[in-house]
């Protein structure tokens, strides 16, 4: 089994099975036996919030969706059905025990973010790998739990956190060791790695005290611990 306390989040969903950042792939992650999913989010020209990794939408012309409207947006299929979702979308399908993890990702979505994530009853928290963005995101929404992504190993974990108002530290899977776990535990602050698509690795990660596992299967993951 798991470790205790291990939480098990769908990385854009369930991507294996379904177009990443969908309804149908988040809907499939809980369905699998994720607690929490994790999403990035970008705005439109006018201001709807929508899931999408890629700062552009899927094409030939590439055409950035921060100068989209909604109805441009909503057009585009991702597979035969299924479209680009708002960020509501994705929250009324998020069931009462799980999380949604609302990665930061456009410019300036934070206001507009936190307003729709405020306006929702879906447990929420938001990540960013930028921790400007976090740090206002702290400014405007203190209640709403926040994290920092990481790519590199930080100098000083702790002062991130302290700067950010972090919880939750989001290091990719392989930067993770015991020390970078203690210090963050030691914040009171919680440890989510990214993007870990083997047993093996969730076993080891599992055994230094992360908190949280984020892949594309999380069956992979079950058993972990």
């Not at 439109?44 to 055409?63: F, I």
């Not at 994530?117 to 709403?144: K, Q």
């Amino acid at each position: 089994m798991r470790g205790p306390g291990i939480e098990l989040i769908g990385h854009r969903g369930a991507p294996r099975e379904f177009p990443e950042n969908s309804l149908p792939a988040f809907q499939r992650a809980f369905e699998r036996g994720a607690l929490g999913v994790e999403l990035d989010v970008h705005v439109t020209l006018d201001r709807v919030v929508v899931v999408r990794h890629d700062p552009t939408l899927p094409g030939g012309r590439r055409r950035a969706i921060s100068e989209s409207r909604w109805e441009d947006v909503a057009a585009v299929e991702l597979a035969p059905g299924i479209g680009i979702p708002r960020l509501n979308d994705v929250l009324a399908v998020v069931p009462a025990t799980g999380t949604a993890y609302v990665e930061l990702k456009g410019a300036s979505v934070e206001r507009t973010a936190l307003d729709v994530i405020r306006a929702s009853n879906t447990r929420c928290a938001v990540h960013s790998f930028d921790h400007d963005m976090v740090a206002r995101a702290a400014e405007l929404a203190p209640e709403i739990p926040r994290g920092i992504l990481m790519e590199r190993y930080p100098e000083d974990v702790v002062a991130a956190m302290r700067r950010t108002g972090a919880r939750d530290v989001w290091p990719q899977w392989k930067l993770i060791d015991a020390a970078l776990v203690d210090a963050v535990h030691a914040e009171g602050g919680r440890v989510i790695a990214w993007t870990v698509n083997s047993k093996a690795a969730g076993d080891a990660l599992a055994k230094l005290g992360v908190d949280g596992l984020c892949g594309d299967d999380v069956r992979l993951l079950a058993a972990s611990g």
